[in-house]
């Protein structure tokens, strides 16, 4: 059973920047597709990056050039740096975790079968 816990989440100002962590327990994840998305009220969840066993990454439209997706196998962690936030970033983000999804298939939810419980980003303006 895989385990993934997200960080770093909080309140910050137009502009600004946060570090996302997501730790990842049970099992080792480094041949993994590891995937970011987000959930603002009313909204369905939306893809936001993913990165995959060769850490090669993957981006949403409205998150490119200022969102980067990171890794770490040695301790099991994925990261997402979010610079430039704006208001319309704010939601809920979830880390999640998946094998042997494609290209085009990853922007979807259905390819992941391990979800974190999601941190709250608050971007105000």
């Known amino acids: 059973q895989v385990q993934l816990v997200e960080s770093g989440g909080g309140l910050v100002q137009a502009g600004g920047s946060l570090r996302l962590s997501c730790a990842a327990s049970?099992?080792?994840?480094?041949?993994?597709?590891m995937g970011w998305f987000r959930q603002a009220p009313g909204k369905e969840r939306e893809f936001v990056a993913a990165?995959?066993?060769?850490?090669?990454?993957y981006y949403g439209d409205s998150v490119k050039g200022r969102f980067t997706m990171s890794r770490d196998n040695a301790k099991n962690m994925v990261y997402l740096q979010m610079n430039s936030l704006k208001p319309e970033d704010t939601a809920v983000y979830y880390c999640?975790?998946?094998?042997?999804?494609?290209?085009?298939?990853?922007?979807?939810?259905?390819?992941?079968?391990?979800w974190g419980q999601g941190t709250q980003v608050t971007v105000s303006s």
């Open positions: 999640a975790a998946g094998g042997g999804i494609t290209r085009d298939y990853l922007v979807t939810t259905a390819a992941y079968d391990y």
């Open positions: 990165i995959n066993w060769v850490s090669s990454t």
């Open positions: 049970g099992r080792t994840l480094s041949s993994s597709t």
